[in-house]
Structures are given as structure tokens and as C-alpha cells.
T-cell receptor, first 111, second 115 residues
Framework: QKEVEQDPGPLSVPEGAIVSLNCTYS??????FMWYRQYSRKGPELLMY????GNKEDGRFTAQVDKSSKYISLFIRDSQPSDSATYLC???????????FGRGTSLIVHP | EPEVTQTPSHQVTQMGQEVILRCVPI?????FYWYRQILGQKVEFLVS????????KSEIFDDQFSVERPDGSNFTLKIRSTKLEDSAMYFC?????????????FGPGTRLTVL
């Protein structure tokens, strides 16, 4: 079983839709959970991070972590065409600065 | 807003040649990283660098790779004898190491093509 699993998509939604992106993981030592956005031929850009279980909201973005299920989610409300990108989940163990990335989900928001 | 910069944006080299990829991290950051992303695959950690020495490295970071901080601003990745399978995007990242969530700021990447 891979440490971090993420459906590569693509996920295509109309503008204004609520988007749900998800990752599962197998290593219970992960404590920091991150979501990065990556535009084509650019470096990943950190969107959200959470520590342990719970929710975190930042504008149109909400990150959720369920450690008991080893499942994390990123919700995007009122999606815009500019949200079209690849979304990478990443996670790291406590005391480590090294994230393990998922493969990324390609999101397409069409007008 | 400060950002990580990388040069060159694209490097083409012949198999067996040495390449040096350059990065200028954000100026007050203390932790530096190299990652690679083979086309269509996930981002993979190569090495982290703190206090002028390697702090962690992955299995990918074998003897053909080395890193250096030759002065107060640059951070370089050297690949001694490139192989076809080294073709990938190489990302440099930097962080303070003090913010929760291990926040790292990534550069735009160098696309390495080995022929």
C-alpha cells in the first residue's frame, strides 16, 4: 500500500461548484497535513496546513483531517476558472520537515 | 513578496555530463531543500540542508548528487554524471523551520532534460 494515495483525476466542474479533493494515507505517524496548488510548469504553492485532526478554513478553502480514518480533504467553495490547477496533498511526521506528497489531482473549472 | 528563484529554467545536457542547478532561497530562511518531479509523477524529496550540512536525504540522493551553499545566498544541486532517468523538474524550497506545518516555499523549478 502506498503511503499517500490521491486520485489523479482529472476532475472537471462548472464555475461556482463546490469541489472536494481527497487523500488517504497509511502511516499513522503523520501529524502535519498540507495542501499545495501547482499550476502547469510551476512549483507547488502551499494553500493550507493542519496539525492533527480537525478543520481549518481560509476564505473559500476548507481543509479537513480525520486521523481515525486516515483521510484528508480539501473543499473549495464557489470554484473559479483560476482554481484550475493540480492539487497536491502532502503530510509529514512530527518533528520532520520532509513532506510525503500524493500524486496530485488535476482540477479543471470551466466557465 | 520574497520568493525562491531558480536558474536556469531549462537545462539540456548529454548523458554523462555534470550539471549544476542553482537556487536563491528566501533570505531569512534557514532550511533548504531539493525535490524532483518526473513528468506525470509525484514530487519526491531529495535532500534537506541546515546549518551548512545535509540534515536528511532520500534513497534517490546517491553519490552522484551533492549540494552546496557556496555563499550566503545561493544553494546548488550538482549531478555529477547525468543519466537519462535524471530528466525531471527539480524544485528548490526553503523554510524557516519555526512555523508549524513545516511550511516550505518552492521555487519555479528547473527542467532538466538528459539526452
Amino acid at each position: 500500500q502506498k503511503e499517500v494515495e490521491q486520485d489523479p483525476g482529472p476532475l472537471s466542474v462548472p464555475e461556482g461548484a463546490i469541489v472536494s479533493l481527497n487523500c488517504t494515507y497509511s502511516n499513522s505517524a503523520f501529524q502535519y497535513f498540507m495542501w499545495y496548488r501547482q499550476y502547469s510548469r510551476k512549483g507547488p504553492e502551499l494553500l493550507m496546513y493542519t496539525y492533527s485532526s480537525g478543520n481549518k478554513e481560509d476564505g473559500r478553502f476548507t481543509a479537513q483531517v480525520d486521523k481515525s480514518s486516515k483521510y484528508i480533504s480539501l473543499f473549495i467553495r464557489d470554484s473559479q476558472p483560476s482554481d484550475s490547477a493540480t492539487y497536491l496533498c502532502a503530510m509529514s511526521k512530527g518533528g520532520s520537515y520532509i513532506p510525503t506528497f500524493g500524486r496530485g489531482t488535476s482540477l479543471i473549472v470551466h466557465p | 513578496e520574497p520568493e525562491v528563484t531558480q536558474t536556469p529554467s531549462h537545462q539540456v545536457t548529454q548523458m554523462g555530463q555534470e550539471v549544476i542547478l542553482r537556487c536563491v532561497p528566501i533570505s531569512n530562511h534557514l532550511y533548504f531543500y531539493w525535490y524532483r518531479q518526473i513528468l506525470g509523477q509525484k514530487v519526491e524529496f531529495l535532500v534537506s540542508f541546515y546549518n551548512n550540512e545535509i540534515s536528511e536525504k532520500s534513497e534517490i540522493f546517491d553519490d552522484q548528487f551533492s549540494v552546496e551553499r557556496p555563499d550566503g545566498s545561493n544553494f546548488t544541486l550538482k549531478i555529477r554524471s547525468t543519466k537519462l532517468e535524471d530528466s525531471a523538474m527539480y524544485f528548490c524550497a526553503s523554510g524557516t523551520g519555526f512555523t508549524s506545518g513545516n511550511e516550505q516555499f518552492f521555487g519555479p523549478g528547473t527542467r532538466l532534460t538528459v539526452l
